[in-house]
């Protein structure tokens, strides 16, 4: 009988009720092949059971549990915390009122969760992208919660995504923060959405924007082009500041890849051409806002935030002041 259950069955855990529904009996249901991973709750001790697979049957268990907070972000597949590291046990939110889900490995949230704020995603009951990044907020230091905020505001590439819009705009995530006056984290969910930019391609990028700005430096463009003299688009760098013709890039580990460091110089010699500066900014070196306050020269204040070079040969010669 286990062998003729649905294939998903067998590489998922499932519910107790779920097994009756198809015909189990509760001997069955204590088969030596099938393990319990919580009170109510069994797989196949031979599956191989995924983020997904786990989580499942905890929002199966009754018709008002849905993952929440780090739970649903890791399954939205939100940018990691740089600070704190998602918490790996199963958050789970049930309506105001309602008893908790009391468990081992699992945290239940009572939560006033609103019309339209959950959503059923191959089977699983979840918050929806913007309300999971407001429940975040309660956790997440502010510089992770403009990263995850730059990721949802971000416009897609429709070749490579297959999807042309962004997950969220600025107008809904403004919404879901008027919807829940008084709530944990909500003062943070503002500041994070002040400083959220659409554009920002990762999460590196918004954090060196963001250690930019707490140096006192001008606040960068954000992936906007590079023209030369006829109106052509020669690149579109990472980060820019067009008064003082800066164009600034992060480069990641795939920089180091010999056809990458051929189109990182030809890149680089276009923008010479055009008469801008290219600063890079190796993987993990952004500066703090500390670090980069103790820098007197604001040219050598951008260049050490991004490589620790300086290319005194630039033309014309930079002059930065900080900014008010």
Known sequence: MLQSLPAHFQDSAFTIADGHKLGLSRTQLRHPALISVGHGIRAFRSADLDLAATVRPFTRLNGASAASHDTAARLWNFPDPERRPYDRRVHISRPSGGGRMQRPGVVSHRSRILLGEVTIVEGISLTTRIRTWLDVAEALDLDDLVVIADYLLRNPRPEFEGRSEAYATREELEEMLRRHPGKRGLRRAHQALALARVGADSPPETR??????????????????????????LHSPDLSLPEYRIAIEYEGESHGIADQIARDIEREERARAADWMKCGSPSGTWRTAADAR???SPRRSVSVAGTGRTQPDCSPPMTCSRSP
Do not use: F, H, T, Y
């Not at 060196?208 to 590079?226: C, F, K, S, T």
């Open 294 to 296: 103790s820098r007197k």
């Open 208 to 233: 060196l924007r963001l250690a930019m700005a707490r140096a006192g430096l001008p606040e960068p463009e954000v992936n906007q082009p590079i023209r030369n003299r006829d109106g052509g688009i």
